[in-house]
């Protein structure tokens, strides 16, 4: 079975810090991992994915994220943080070979400040 | 325009009263999904269509139905609400192409039900 563990439910950094949100997966199956952002009163949009090419993989708005089969982790980064990066972030992991469910982490918080 | 939708998008609704969310999609996928989010637990799959014909459970189905009224169109019920089903839930739709679990999932805006 799939799971999606999130290290930390808030995480705050300074605008113009860099920004690391953790995701580590657990797959018996080669995963496809992905990062989806939820700004306040919408749905879930998607930041970039995973899909067993390249391990570093780069997304929208500056974000990139890099697989790391030893440590069974695909965590999100982005160099400096922009006010409007503040939102809710899920990752989530659908294994291959099966029918494309995803299974969510429960999501971290990111804040960013003046 | 949207490329999937959900109606209504807010809904205050009494305990034992039936009720219908509603979701459309025009991205022309033939895959979709209702999950319901509530605030530290992420969102969670209550059911799933991969064709008009074949629908499935998710994790969370008791309480809920669904009906694929059209490739397009995938409706969630609850028959009786109860107010642990106050969650905000969202639809979403997905491409079988490409080989199975590399699609990502196209979310739609999202339903908040409160159920008194």
């Known amino acids: 079975a799939q799971s999606v563990t999130q290290l930390g439910s808030h995480v705050s950094v300074s605008e113009g810090a860099l920004v690391l949100l953790r995701c580590n997966y657990s797959?018996?199956?080669?995963?496809?991992l992905f990062w989806y952002v939820q700004y306040p009163n919408q749905g879930l949009q998607l930041l970039l994915k995973y899909t067993s090419a390249a391990t570093l993989v780069k997304g929208i708005n500056g974000f990139e994220a890099e697989f790391k089969k030893s440590e069974t982790s695909f965590h999100l980064t982005k160099p400096s943080a922009h006010m409007s990066d503040a939102a809710e972030y899920f990752c989530a992991v659908s294994e291959t070979g099966t029918a494309s469910k995803l299974t969510f982490g429960t999501g971290t918080r990111l804040q960013v400040t003046l | 325009d949207a490329d999937v939708t959900q109606t209504p998008r807010n809904r205050i609704t009494k305990t034992g009263k039936r009720i219908m969310l509603e979701c459309s999609q025009t991205?022309?996928?033939?895959?979709m999904y209702w999950y319901r989010q509530d605030p530290g637990l992420g969102l969670r799959l209550i059911y799933y269509s991969f064709d008009v014909k074949d629908i499935n459970k998710g994790e969370i189905s008791d309480g809920y139905s669904v009906s694929r009224q059209a490739q397009a169109k995938f409706s969630l019920s609850l028959e009786s609400a109860i107010p642990n089903q106050t969650a905000l839930y969202f639809c979403?739709?997905?491409?079988?192409?490409?080989?199975?679990?590399?699609?990502?999932?196209?979310f739609g805006p999202g339903t908040r039900l409160t159920v008194l």
């Open positions: 797959s018996s199956v080669p995963p496809y």
């Open positions: 979403a739709t997905s491409d079988s192409g490409g080989g199975r679990g590399r699609n990502e999932q196209f």
């Open positions: 991205k022309g996928h033939d895959r």
